[in-house]
């Protein structure tokens, strides 16, 4: 009975971040929070599977990357002042 609802349980979340990925990816092209839906998606999937987790490690490093590059303009911009 355990596995049934581990297999079960694996299934929702599968189905549950596909969903939200298709939709954050529809909202690339319409209006809508369409990177922020994808990462909800994988952070969902994340719970089940290694490659979310590392796909989403990879998307945070991505992400503090930018955040410091950003932060370097403005202060190199704000010195030059």
Not at 15 to 22: R, T
Request: charged content about 25%; overall charge positive.
């Amino acid at each position: 009975m355990e596995v049934i609802k581990r297999h079960t349980r694996r299934a929702l979340v599968t189905l549950l971040g596909l969903v939200i990925i298709l939709g954050g990816m529809i909202m690339l092209v319409t209006p809508g929070p369409g990177l922020l839906t994808i990462i909800i998606g994988l952070t969902a999937l994340a719970t089940e599977y290694i490659w979310a987790r590392d796909l989403l490690q990879k998307a945070k490093d991505r992400y503090e990357a930018g955040k410091l590059k950003v932060l370097d303009k403005l202060k190199s911009k704000s010195d030059k002042k």
